[in-house]
């Protein structure tokens, strides 16, 4: 099986601009979760979509954003980037069903704001 | 809440040594899942090993193994004949059984393997 995608790999962007990062998880797999890590905050989870539904949420403000497509496929979008923005941003899907389900991991994309 | 901490921001171990790095966490949630990850320089985050805060056994992956200690509520990763290539951030998360796939990680240790 093909692992977790990520586009693109890298990004340099302005402030004010908006970026999109897109995600293609595991085959079979329904849920789509997004980390963001950087230097100073460490891994903190965004949000999880599942069937085409956000499910969960972390503390960021509103300019960060998603969906998820009946593929299964997600985007996250971030508007009007600040410096602080500059991370790498990471997927995970896993199955989603209940339990305790494995986390797998695509690349990451990394974003830097200038 | 759910609390991961790592108390080893850096480790160094010779090849073919055993290395363990410590993970302490803290959940209200009786049933949990406890993981660790290898993060390379390169970033992506692999899955090593996973352990259900119900199972009786401590999990085995090849040289990864979890010494899970439920009333210490410790779990660490003990990496048997380090290699070069185990040169990495490692990182212990935690999510509580359910829907919810949000993991909550530690900081990490980064581990160095020394000729």
């Known amino acids: 099986k093909a692992g977790v995608t990520q586009t693109p790999r890298y990004l340099i962007k302005t402030r004010g601009q908006q970026v999109t990062l897109s995600c293609s998880p595991i085959s079979g797999h329904r849920s789509v979760s997004w980390y963001q890590q950087t230097p100073g905050q460490g891994l903190q989870f965004l949000f999880e979509y599942f069937s085409e539904t956000q499910r969960n949420k972390g503390n960021f403000p509103g300019r960060f954003s998603g969906r998820q497509f009946s593929n299964s496929r997600s985007e996250m979008n971030v508007s009007t980037l600040e410096l602080g923005d500059s991370a790498l941003y990471l997927c995970?899907?896993?199955?989603?069903?209940?339990?305790?389900?494995?986390?797998?991991f695509g690349p990451g994309t990394r974003l830097l704001v200038l | 809440a759910q609390k991961i901490t790592q108390t080893q921001p850096g480790m160094f171990v010779q090849e073919k040594e055993a290395v363990t790095l410590d993970c302490t966490y803290d959940?209200?949630?009786?049933?949990?899942?406890l993981f660790w990850y290898k993060q390379p320089s390169s970033g992506e985050m692999i899955f090593l090993i996973y352990?259900?805060?119900?199972?009786?056994q401590n999990a085995t992956e090849g040289r990864y193994s979890l010494n899970f200690q439920k009333a210490r509520k410790s779990a660490n990763l003990v990496i048997s004949a380090s290699q070069l290539g185990d040169s990495a951030m490692y990182f212990c998360?935690?999510?509580?059984?359910?829907?919810?796939?949000?993991?909550?990680f530690g900081t990490g240790t980064r581990l160095q393997v020394t000729l």
């Open positions: 998360a935690m999510r509580k059984a359910g829907t919810a796939s949000k993991l909550t």
């Open positions: 959940t209200s949630d009786p049933s949990y899942g």
């Open positions: 995970a899907s896993s199955l989603g069903t209940s339990g305790v389900g494995t986390q797998y």
């Open positions: 352990q259900g805060s119900y199972d009786q």
